[in-house]
């Protein structure tokens, strides 16, 4: 499209920024660098929030995997209440192992991951010699198990 200003004219109208001094290099940089740091700031906020994102639906998740573990083994309880003989020592050591674990499907159905590891963390508190022993004792088992014997 054609200028409808003659040569005239346009020499006249002289661009504003025609005689403003340039930004020196040290400012250019300094807004490039500026502007390189909130990009990467913004990105390391994005990061964090999609990690708490994530960190959050695992939680619910374990805690839903918990409240249907509890489900199943009160579940269990009851198969083994109608299965199982009613009488004699049998009978008796049935109804003790479906007690315990349609208590234990309950404790896992109210208290859930948080609950238990609220529990452990108070014990560990209220005995921590004990608690040091098992964790060395349980860290030697599973060494035991996982490594190869030559």
């Known amino acids: 499209m054609a200028s409808t200003l003659s ?9 504003n920024n025609l005689f403003q001094p340039c930004a020196a290099p040290t ?10 740091g909130e990009t990467a700031k913004d990105t390391a906020s994005a990061v964090v929030h999609s990690a708490e994102d994530a960190a959050a ?10 409240t249907a ?11 083994i209440r109608a299965h199982s003989p009613q009488d ?25 991951l948080k609950g238990m590891a609220d529990e452990v963390n108070e014990l560990v508190r209220r005995h921590p010699m004990p608690a040091l022993l098992v964790a060395v004792g ?4 599973i060494a035991r198990m996982t490594t ?3």
């Open 27 to 36: 400012d250019q940089a300094k807004d490039v660098i500026s502007s390189i």
């Open 148 to 150: 190869s014997r030559s």
């Open 57 to 66: 639906y695992m939680g619910h998740k374990a805690e839903d995997a918990t």
């Open 88 to 112: 004699g020592i049998a009978g008796q050591a049935s109804t003790a192992v479906a007690n315990t674990l349609e208590s234990t499907g309950a404790y896992l159905k109210e208290e859930g």
């Open 7 to 15: 040569p005239k004219k346009m020499l006249d109208e002289k661009p």
């Open 69 to 79: 573990v509890g489900d199943g083994l009160t579940s269990l309880s009851k198969t």
């Open 138 to 141: 349980v860290g030697f088992l």
